[in-house]
């Protein structure tokens, strides 16, 4: 299989999502890789940028990129907005849910943690699925699956949990406040005076009280990738429960084991 740049950069720096892409028609995966690589450019913004304000603009990069794209005015040369921009022709794919995505990036810019639990389940489904909708629509499944936002939250929920070691190297909290303060620890305490012992309890309490966020079951008509998206986001929450939630352990840096064999055998 030959990759296209944008399918390099997903295979490189979102493995799950490229994964998943194998998954979908041979046909439409250059316009799936040229969403997700458009998803990573953004998502990446607060790690590339020195000053918020520098961030703003990169952000308004790319929405004036986008805004091109859909008023026929010229494609910018830039490796992820062609392709990108083919793949927005190609199948039709609406506006909003672009500029959804970029808005939702300006929240890491904060460097605020979320208040509530429920402020970071709206925080995970912001980012999270409009990029699934999109992604739907090539594929040419139903982009109004009822199950979508529950499973996008999910996914995206468990890629924040998995992210924390990483976020507090950058001093960057996305567990919720009221969670923290449950357990007396701060942002502060653990940026400032390396407090983890109760990070484990942390994680617990937020994986168990999201499903309060979620529909349940997901019913045999749910579409196909989503479907494969859930379960690798349960694979990788097994993960965390088997090592107790320390989210230090050298175990959560490895793949659960026959991660591609069991997502193809859906086991």
């Known amino acids: ?17 490229f994964l998943l892409s194998l998954f979908a028609p041979r046909a439409v995966r250059p316009a799936l890789w040229a969403l997700f690589a458009f998803n990573y450019e953004i998502a990446k913004t607060r790690d590339v940028v020195s000053e918020t304000t520098i961030g703003l603009i990169r952000l308004q990069w790319w ?13 910018r040369r830039h490796e992820v907005v062609q392709p990108l921009a083919e ?7 609406p506006r909003d849910l672009f500029d959804k995505l970029i808005y939702a990036r300006e929240f890491d810019l904060e460097d605020v943690a979320p208040a509530t639990l429920e402020g970071l389940m709206n925080y995970c489904e912001y980012t999270s699925a409009p990029l699934f909708e999109l992604a739907l629509k090539i594929i040419g499944e139903d982009n109004n699956d009822t199950h979508l936002v529950d499973i996008s939250k999910y996914y ?19 567990l919720p406040q009221d969670i923290l303060t449950k357990h007396n620890l701060s942002p502060q305490k653990i940026f400032d005076f390396n407090e983890k012992e109760m990070l484990p309890k942390v994680i617990k309490d937020v994986l168990e009280e999201q499903k309060q966020f979620r529909n349940g079951k997901y019913a045999k008509k749910c579409s196909k990738f989503l479907k494969k998206t859930e379960f690798v986001a349960r694979l990788y929450e097994a993960q965390i429960k088997a090592v107790d939630y320390n989210l230090f352990d050298s175990k959560i840096l490895r793949p659960p084991p026959f991660f591609a064999l069991r997502l193809w055998l859906g086991m």
Do not use: F, W
Not at 1 to 17: A, E, F, H, K, P
């Open 1 to 17: 299989m030959t990759l296209t740049y944008c399918g390099n950069i997903v295979r490189q720096q979102d493995s799950d999502r």
């Open 87 to 93: 793949a927005i022709k190609t199948h039709d794919l």
């Open 156 to 174: 995206a929920l468990v890629g924040v949990i998995r992210a924390v070691p990483y976020m507090l190297q950058q001093r960057q909290m996305m």
């Open 63 to 75: 929405r004036e990129a986008i805004a091109e794209i859909y008023e026929d005015k010229s494609v």
